[in-house]
Each structure stands twice: as structure tokens, then as C-alpha cells.
């Protein structure tokens, strides 16, 4: 009866607060933090459901600004229908892995380019492990994160952003307005072939930018069984599945490779390899991981959508250069909403 109650008071407590960053949304264009957290909470306490209810109430409060139109990509021209395909294919399984691949040329060229600019070496919070270039012959840590800002700044970075495959499935996946969150690129080391908890190199699902989003990698290195894959487990990213109930109730944690094969089942842990270039889209809210690298390395870029009520277009707008490739330019020009987190060199709004 007791444990009813705070059970009881606790959902309604939270409700309040996520239901306060409702209301921060609307009237700045993003919620708080403690918002954030409530509606964590929220998900972990409903199973799901507070989720898929509230990808719903976006849906409604940012709809798609214009409807699917036809467009030209590196990976091919698509139709509408096409990628209404594969957003169905995504609400299936979780992630989509594209026919084509980005040319390996600009890959090698990205993949250069990296190799000059400091990066993060450690995802440990109480680190203090100094920043360093990669260099594959003697890393320092399990992961080498870019700094976003200096990804802008390379020709080849810039012609993967500006790429219209990636905000259109986004927007056929999510039935709303979807808006570039951040990106990410990070090279991934041999550090004795044991996974770290703070390289996400253990099960977990995201959260960072509830209620519905999707995650692009680029694989710009072969990416083998060997050089550490994403891991997805297909189905996982479907709410209020009863056999996740009691996994979802412990919050947000990491989960071990035996139980996740126990619930459900070996057959839906899908290890995704890939040569360079190739492109996987992923709903991160379904369980996955990055595979430990056993020899060589790997780097790979993310690009993140998102509806845009966590999109940080207010709390961290990001600078971006003053003078970009033109097909960037092009993208912008035709897609504003979706980069509004973004300001040029100068610009204050």
C-alpha cells in the first residue's frame, strides 16, 4: 500500500515537471534538463508508453513543414515512397542499413583530415586525460571524440551534413518537423579488446533527444567483426513490449549480453559490419552498443535528428563557418528548420 503510494505520487510528481518542460518549449524552443529527467523517468516508470505518447503530442505541435519532395543524394535519387520504405523498415526492426554507400574517396579524405585535430580521449567524466590527435599505432584511449565545431570546418565533414537523405527519412520517420541535433565523429581504438562502460561499448538505450529520433553512421573505415561494429537488437526500439517491463523499470543501465540474448533472443542481436561508406539509420532507443575492437580501428561519423524539443537550439546554439561547401549551402537554403541549432560565424539569430 505504502510503496503504491509513493509509486503513485512519485509518477504524478514527475508528470508536473515534464508537463512544466512542455510549457518551456513552447514558449523558448526547448526544455530544461530537470524536464529531460522527469521524462526519463516517466519512460522508465510507464514502460514506454509516456514516450509514445509524447512522440505523438509532437507530432501534432510540429508537424512537417512541407511534405517529402523528391532529391538527388550521394546514395542514389529517391522518391517519396522510397523513403516512406524505409521509415516503415525502421518502425519494424530499428535501423535500416542503405543500399549504396557514400564514395570511399571522401571517406579516405574525411577519415585524413581527423587524423590533425585534437580530440576528446577519454568519455569518463572524472577524467582528465589530455586531448591528443589519433595516431592508430599507439592509442590512449578506447575513443577519440571530434570536437563538433572543427567537423564543420572540413570540406569533406560538410558534404556528408549537407547530404538531404538523412532529414528527409528523419521527417518520414518521425511524421513531424525534424531538426539536425548534433554530430558526432569518433575513431575507436584496440584497448586490450575489453569493452568500457563509457564508451557506450555496453547495452543501453538513449535518451538525449526524447521523444523520437534517429541516428546516422557513416562507417568511414571497413568496418569487420573485428574492428568493433554497432550492435542493435532488432525490436528492441517498440514500446511497451511486456518482456521489457522489468528491464526498462531499473532505469538507465547498462545490461549485459547475456540477458539481452535471454529476452530477446540471440537471433535479434544484429552486429552490423559494413566496407566504408556504408550508412545505417538507427532509433537508439532501442537496446545497442558498440562492439569492443578486437585489432585495427575504426572511425565513424553520426549524424543526429531529432523533433526539436531537446535540440539545444537554445541552451548550446553552435558557430558554424561563414563560408561553406556550396552543396551545403543548397541544403540549407532549402531545409532552414532543420538547422536551426546552426549560426554562422557572426549571426545572433
Not at 518502425?91 to 579516405?108: E, I, N, Q, S
Not at 572540413?154 to 532529414?167: E, H, M, N, R, Y
Not at 529476452?263 to 532501442?286: H, M, S, Y
Not at 541552451?315 to 554562422?344: C, H, N
Amino acid at each position: 500500500m505504502i510503496a503504491s503510494l509513493r509509486q503513485s505520487f512519485g509518477t504524478a510528481w514527475q508528470l508536473q515537471k515534464a508537463g512544466r518542460g512542455l510549457l518551456q518549449f513552447l514558449r523558448h524552443g526547448e526544455a530544461d534538463h530537470a524536464a529531460w529527467l522527469a521524462m526519463l523517468n516517466l519512460h522508465c516508470r510507464t514502460n514506454g508508453r509516456w514516450t509514445d505518447m509524447l512522440a505523438r503530442i509532437m507530432r501534432r505541435l510540429r508537424p512537417p513543414v512541407e511534405p517529402l519532395r523528391p532529391f538527388d543524394s550521394m546514395l542514389g535519387h529517391f522518391e517519396p515512397n522510397a523513403v516512406e520504405a524505409i521509415a516503415a523498415q525502421i518502425r519494424r526492426d530499428g535501423y535500416y542499413v542503405f543500399d549504396t554507400a557514400v564514395p570511399a574517396a571522401l571517406c579516405d579524405e574525411f577519415a585524413e583530415a581527423t587524423k590533425s585535430i585534437e580530440a576528446r580521449t577519454s568519455r569518463d567524466p572524472a577524467s582528465r586525460q589530455p586531448s591528443a590527435k589519433f595516431d592508430p599505432a599507439n592509442p590512449v584511449g578506447h575513443v577519440y571524440d571530434l570536437p563538433e565545431s572543427e567537423i564543420w570546418k572540413v570540406p569533406s565533414g560538410q558534404k556528408f551534413i549537407a547530404d538531404p537523405i538523412f532529414l528527409n527519412v528523419a521527417q518520414a520517420y518521425f511524421g513531424a518537423e525534424p531538426m539536425l541535433k548534433d554530430i558526432n565523429v569518433w575513431w575507436s581504438a584496440v584497448m586490450g579488446g575489453k569493452p568500457d562502460s563509457n564508451s557506450a561499448q555496453m547495452f543501453h538505450f538513449d535518451y538525449d533527444a526524447a521523444p523520437v529520433w534517429l541516428k546516422f553512421f557513416i562507417y568511414v573505415t571497413d568496418v569487420t567483426l573485428e574492428t568493433g561494429p554497432h550492435v542493435f537488437v532488432r525490436g528492441s526500439h517498440r514500446m511497451q513490449q511486456p518482456k521489457m517491463r522489468e528491464m526498462l523499470s531499473r532505469g538507465y543501465v547498462r545490461i549485459s549480453d547475456d540477458e539481452i540474448a535471454q529476452v530477446f533472443g540471440p537471433d535479434n542481436v544484429i552486429e552490423l559490419t559494413g566496407r566504408k561508406g556504408t550508412v545505417i539509420a538507427v532509433d537508439t532507443l532501442g537496446y545497442h552498443k558498440g562492439k569492443a575492437p578486437q585489432s585495427g580501428c575504426r572511425l565513424v561519423a553520426q549524424l543526429e535528428f531529432a523533433t526539436p524539443l531537446f535540440a539545444k537550439t537554445v541552451s548550446e546554439p553552435m558557430a558554424v563557418p561563414a563560408q561553406l561547401d556550396p552543396g551545403l549551402e543548397k541544403t540549407i537554403q532549402a531545409y532552414p528548420w532543420t538547422f536551426r541549432r546552426y549560426r554562422r560565424n557572426g549571426e545572433t539569430n
